[in-house]
Nanobody, 122 residues
């Protein structure tokens, strides 16, 4: 059982930056694909970005060039650096871990954090 704990959310003005972190309890963390999803009220859960155990990264078109995902396998953490934030980035952000080759589909992830709120004011 992998436990994931997100941190770093908050309120920021448009154009600002936030850095989200996700700490994993599992010592085999390095073997998992780690991903970030987000969900705004009344909307479906949306893929943001993912990073494979090998370091390969994937991003949603809506965040490409603004968000950067990284991982530190020695510390069992994955980070999401969010720059040039927009009001439409406002959502609850969730960290997820899984071993499926399908990185963008939330249903294939086995473990989820509790979420952290990001609010971007205009």
């Amino acid at each position: 059982q992998v436990q994931l704990v997100e941190s770093g959310g908050g309120l920021v003005q448009a154009g600002g930056s936030l850095r989200l972190s996700c700490a994993a309890s599992e010592r085999t963390f390095s073997s998992y694909t780690m991903a970030w999803f987000r969900q705004a009220p009344g909307k479906e859960r949306e893929f943001v970005g993912a990073i494979r155990w090998s370091g390969g990264t994937y991003y949603a078109d809506s965040v490409k060039g603004r968000f950067t995902i990284s991982r530190d396998n020695a510390k069992n953490t994955v980070n999401l650096q969010m720059d040039s934030l927009k009001p439409e980035d406002t959502a609850a952000y969730y960290c997820a871990a899984g071993r499926s080759p399908l990185v963008t589909a939330w249903r294939v992830y086995d473990y989820w954090g509790q979420g952290t709120q990001v609010t971007v004011s205009s």
